[in-house]
């Protein structure tokens, strides 16, 4: 058996990936906006602030315009290094030049306050402008395609600096036997074959490589399950599936 390496603050990177799954951050008296329930440990002088916090009004004026999401988000400020992860998701960082990236809110997991993230006109999404660095999640790998492009809604992770998608439907499945059950039944689910999103102009789209969209998540809540202090969870006790509105409307975009 090998033997594990241990870190600590010097040997831990800084703003780089420590593993496919955990990216640290390094804070040097400066801020991150940061999604609830993504960091994993820090070391250092570290403080985090919800969004509408006063001292932070004239950050939150120039770099976050989103509403629906800011009950999600926080600030973190200080000296020290930062571990952020989710779920053994694979988590990676992006740099975006003077550019404008779409993305899946539930899979940005925090960004520079040098951009301005705004809510995206696509339910589901939000939107990054300006140049620094952001940490997103995936399932699977990020592969990087340019348009024309049609993609699975669900491989799909965002889009930069090309228009929003429209949705497209395969025509033979439309006027076919199992549209025609569809239509009259609702039954079946869209997949892939049947149902697509279009790109079309210059850009790049950033897919996923699986089909399997990361499961919706609590945050800014104690989770009721095993193992965490005032949870309450038991063993076997069923998870919290995706069903109010607002999970669909910020998550997926259904």
């Known amino acids: 058996m090998s033997t594990p390496v241990v870190l600590d603050p010097t040997t831990l990177p800084s703003d780089d990936n420590v593993n496919s799954y955990t990216f640290c951050v390094e804070l040097k008296g400066s801020r991150w906006f940061l999604q609830k329930g993504k960091m994993i440990a820090y070391y250092g002088q570290i403080q985090f602030d919800g969004i509408g916090h006063g001292r ?6 120039s770099s976050f315009h989103s509403p629906l999401h800011a009950s999600d988000w926080v600030v973190a400020e200080g000296s020290g290094k930062m571990l952020l992860a989710d779920r053994a998701f694979d988590v990676n960082s992006f740099d975006l030049e003077d ?50 492009l049609r993609v699975d809604p669900q491989a799909l992770v965002g889009w930069a600096d090309c228009p929003s998608p429209c949705h497209h439907y395969d025509h033979g499945y439309m006027t076919g036997v199992m549209g025609g059950i569809r239509s009259l039944t609702g039954i079946g689910g869209t997949s892939g074959e049947e149902h697509q999103f279009e790109f079309v102009g210059a850009g790049t789209v950033l897919l996923q490589s699986s089909e399997a969209l990361m499961a919706e998540q609590a945050a800014g809540a104690v989770p009721n399950e095993p193992g965490v202090p005032g949870g309450g969870g038991q063993p076997g006790s069923a998870p919290r599936m995706p069903g109010q509105l607002g999970d669909l409307q910020r998550r997926f975009g259904w």
């Open 99 to 148: 550019g404008n990236l779409t993305i899946r809110s539930g899979n940005l997991l925090a960004y520079q306050p040098t951009m301005a993230l705004k809510q995206s006109i696509v339910p589901g999404f939000v939107t990054l402008i300006g140049t620094g660095k952001f940490v997103a999640a995936s399932n699977g790998p990020v592969v990087f395609m340019e348009p024309p």
């Open 56 to 61: 932070f009004e004239r950050l939150v004026r």
